[in-house]
């Protein structure tokens, strides 16, 4: 109890107050908001103004549920071993409930859990990842005897916000994958009452979701989202619009396999089946790894895992135009964007398709 | 020609910070790039560096990890690197200015020290 009410004391400062009495200098502050205003794709000096916001916000409290997923999510967002800008979310929220991060067990999780939710009633903020599964009335997964399935619906009662992390929480990911054998759908399939960030991706940025909390605290509101849910400060452009290699699609110089010429120097992957075209993101700019690389700079084409139901569009490794991607609009308008030679090379790409089709 | 085609986006933003330190120059205002929203490739940074390499001035910072910060040889253009512990960088800029905010000391470190201060003292 007394670590309870220690607990509950923090939380009531500000988190300006909350850094200072830990040693952390309002210049590091600074160099912290910003990187997270580097991150929202605010002018760098918005970071002046939300290192004033942030440090004067209270601290919320935020309940983290696991449903059907792989845990890639909370690995992606925790394996920092070092304070980094993503490690620091946990600076900036109470996080009372996570399975994989608590100490307790058992009963005693459960307790925190519904203790949080009842003196937090209506502040919390309900983080999910994982799809949840509606077949067998949600029987397929369940935590301490109750389902998924019910967890969410009662919790979202209380909930200020929910954000689905991952594109299982956000679409119903690989869960829902054909057949979808356990009924998975996507939080927001279930929830219709309250406002709902969805930050897809298998697993996502780390720094997306710092970001997201960072815009609640400073502004009160959650970002701008696109029609899927997605905060356009992350996912307003697609991985090609910011791609390092797209002057090599506006010249039309494509590498056709993994190991020619084109390949070797760094060429567009439009042709090995990149999805970067028609994928939301923001892997090429915030990158990996802390910045290091992303899929694309490491050789390979882009998954398009931020997109609803990846898993089901066919092969990688298809060219765009002969996938079953996106629409005619969108492949239109990813094609206008480039030159001549880029749509003859897509043209190309689709003759070459057909030809491996046919089997000639 | 390969190499121009190779460093399209370092030509740019070089573009762009000639435009802010030309307004620098005329009545002071100050500007910034923020490097990691720029889909920067090996060769744009190679080129980025050598056009913009270090100048008079060159400073380490100690908060919340390492910072480096020098002014490039076109005064008034500055290229800052912010990195955590783990010596990753968090945030690149290159800021247009003829002191970036982040070498000043703040408002409320400045109140901390001087109490801090007093009270050893006493």
């Not at chain 1, 869960?175 to 406002?195: C, E, L, M, Q, W």
């Amino acid at each position: 109890m007394k670590g309870e009410s220690m607990r509950n004391d923090e939380r009531e400062i500000t988190l300006g107050e909350y850094l200072a009495a830990r040693g952390v200098s309002r210049r590091a502050f600074l160099k912290f908001a910003c990187s997270l205003a580097s991150l929202m794709a605010l002018p760098p000096s918005a970071g002046i103004a939300m290192a004033e916001a942030l440090a004067k916000a209270k601290r919320p409290s935020v309940l983290w549920f696991p449903f059907q997923e792989c845990t890639g999510c909370t690995e992606s967002i925790t394996r920092s071993h070092e304070p980094t800008i993503e490690s620091m979310i946990f600076d900036m929220i109470s996080l009372d409930y996570h399975e994989t991060l608590m100490a307790a067990a058992g009963h005693q999780s459960e307790a925190a859990r519904e203790q949080a939710m009842k003196d937090h009633y209506g502040k919390y903020l309900l983080l999910i990842d994982g799809s949840v599964a509606t077949g067998l009335d949600g029987a397929y997964s369940c935590i301490g005897g109750q389902t998924n399935l019910s967890w969410l619906t009662e919790a979202a009662k209380g909930a200020a916000a929910i954000i689905a992390i991952g594109s299982c929480a956000s679409y119903g990911g690989i869960p829902k994958a054909n057949p979808n054998p356990t009924g998975a759908r996507a939080v927001s399939d279930i929830v219709k009452d309250k406002p709902i960030v969805n930050i897809p991706g298998c697993p996502p940025i780390p720094a997306v979701l710092t970001g997201v909390l960072a815009h609640f605290l400073t502004f009160g509101s959650l970002p701008e989202l696109d029609p899927l849910g997605r905060p356009k400060a992350f996912y307003g452009e697609t991985i090609h619009d910011r791609c390092y290699r797209r002057p090599f699609y506006d010249q039309g110089r494509f590498a056709k396999t993994f190991d020619d010429e084109g390949a070797r120097n760094g060429w567009c992957l439009y042709e090995l089946g990149c999805k970067g075209p028609v994928t939301y993101n923001a892997c090429a700019t915030i990158k990996w790894n802390a910045g290091t690389s992303f899929p694309i700079q490491s050789g390979h084409g882009c998954l398009g895992c931020s997109e609803p139901d990846f898993w089901d569009k066919g092969s990688f490794y298809r060219p765009l135009s002969v996938a079953h991607w996106g629409n005619k609009a969108t492949l239109g308008g990813a094609a206008a964007v480039g030159v001549a030679l880029g749509a003859a090379a897509a043209l190309a790409a689709r003759r070459r398709q057909d030809k491996i089709v046919k089997g000639d | 020609m390969s190499d121009l085609r190779d460093t399209a986006y370092a030509t740019a933003i070089l573009h762009e910070v000639a435009d802010l330190l030309a307004k620098l120059a005329a009545d002071g205002s100050c500007g910034a790039i923020d490097l990691r929203a720029m889909p920067l490739g090996p060769a744009d940074r190679a080129r980025l560096e050598e056009v913009l390499a270090q100048g008079a001035v060159k400073v380490s910072v100690d908060a919340g990890g390492p910072s480096e910060i020098f002014e490039t040889v076109y005064p008034g253009v500055w290229w800052t690197r912010h990195r955590n512990d783990a010596g990753e960088t968090v945030s690149e800029f290159i800021e247009v200015t003829d002191c970036p905010q982040f070498l000043k000391s703040q408002p409320d470190d400045i109140r901390a020290g001087a109490s801090g201060l007093r009270r050893l003292l006493e």
